[in-house]
């Protein structure tokens, strides 16, 4: 959807969209498993890695930000 064809993984658009899916489901395993202590550091290092790719993509190719 976010890729340029079907076999595009390298597009920064895709990456950051990759990225929100991991933290989807970090989220999703968290509210399970709600004292998991490794998990909760998994989503803080997954949220840094998706907030770095969503500026860079912004600063870079604001229409794929949007």
């Not at 950051?16 to 202590?37: F, G, P």
Request: charged share 25%; with cysteine.
């Amino acid at each position: 959807m976010f890729g340029k064809h079907a076999m595009d993984v390298g597009n920064q658009a895709v990456q950051a969209a990759v990225m929100c899916e991991k933290v989807i489901s970090q989220l999703d395993h968290l509210r399970i498993h709600h004292k998991d202590a490794t998990g909760i550091i998994r989503m803080q290092r997954l949220l840094m890695k998706r907030r770095k790719e969503l500026f860079y993509l912004k600063r870079h190719d604001g229409l794929a930000y949007l």
